[in-house]
């Protein structure tokens, strides 16, 4: 590997934890430990990680509450689930609660390997194949990597945000509706919110200017691009 990519292993059982983890630091990947729900948030909000491992039945919280509300706060690190549950019921929940992939105990060691890896590749195909997109003099937006570059250095931006700037920045001068911001933007099992929506607005307003994105009344919102 060109860098040593960052694992999140969440996984209660000692013997199987320590297990996984030599495994795959002897292939060169960087692994931090968490061996319950909350030990896992911790570490998924302090640091950035290129992959999720996270066993399901865990301490405090368990892997299936951890990545919705982790996926809900905008975190998108692809994730693989470990877990010995093997009813179509958990493995439904499971992907809509925001995993990329299912694997089911006991694996071998080598599955679990080649999973990570296809995934990671996977990964990073998708994010060098969008290039950053400009939208003024000097300000251009990473959608790969959510980060709007400016001279006044670089800001982070949520999933619905990032989205949404993407969203505008593909259809320039268009109206797009309330509705169709809310059917590409929001999950299926997600409630919109018109008092979200306005707040995502305003701190986009905030970032690349008020003017840019214009409300038009009983309508919906339209990016204007510099000409």
């Known amino acids: 590997m060109e860098s040593q990519a960052r694992i999140l292993l969440l996984e209660d059982d000692a013997g199987l934890h320590e297990t996984v983890r030599e495994y795959l630091e002897e292939h060169g990947y960087e692994v931090h430990s968490a061996y319950d729900g909350h030990e896992a948030q911790d570490l998924l909000y302090e640091k950035r990680f290129d992959l999720l491992l996270l066993d399901v039945n865990t301490p405090e919280i368990d892997g299936f509450r951890l990545l919705q509300e982790a996926r809900a706060?905008?975190?998108?690190?692809?994730?693989?689930?470990?877990?010995?549950?093997?009813?179509?019921?958990?493995?439904?929940?499971?992907?809509?609660?925001?995993?990329?992939?299912?694997?089911?105990?006991?694996?071998?060691?080598?599955?679990?390997?080649?999973?990570?890896?296809?995934?990671?590749?996977?990964?990073?195909?998708?994010?060098?194949?969008?290039?950053?997109?400009?939208?003024?003099?000097?300000?251009?937006?990473?959608?790969?990597?959510?980060i709007l570059h400016s001279p006044d250095g670089e800001q982070i931006l949520g999933s619905k945000e990032g989205s949404l700037l993407l969203l505008f920045l593909r259809n320039p001068?268009?109206?797009?509706?309330?509705?169709?911001?809310?059917?590409?933007?929001?999950?299926?099992?997600?409630?919109?919110?018109?008092?979200?929506?306005?707040?995502?607005?305003?701190?986009?307003?905030?970032?690349?200017?008020?003017?840019?994105?214009?409300?038009?009344?009983?309508?919906?919102?339209?990016?204007?691009?510099?000409?």
């Open 73 to 146: 706060q905008g975190i998108e690190t692809p994730a693989i689930y470990l877990t010995a549950r093997e009813s179509v019921e958990d493995l439904e929940r499971g992907f809509r609660s925001g995993a990329d992939d299912y694997l089911r105990k006991p694996f071998s060691l080598k599955e679990l390997l080649l999973r990570v890896e296809t995934l990671l590749k996977r990964t990073h195909r998708s994010s060098r194949s969008v290039e950053k997109i400009p939208i003024y003099e000097g300000v251009e937006y990473d959608p790969a990597n959510r």
């Open 173 to 227: 001068g268009q109206v797009l509706s309330h509705e169709r911001i809310f059917s590409e933007l929001w999950g299926y099992d997600e409630e919109p919110s018109d008092n979200s929506l306005r707040t995502y607005i305003k701190n986009l307003r905030r970032l690349i200017g008020k003017e840019r994105i214009v409300s038009i009344k009983r309508q919906g919102y339209r990016y204007l691009a510099s000409e």
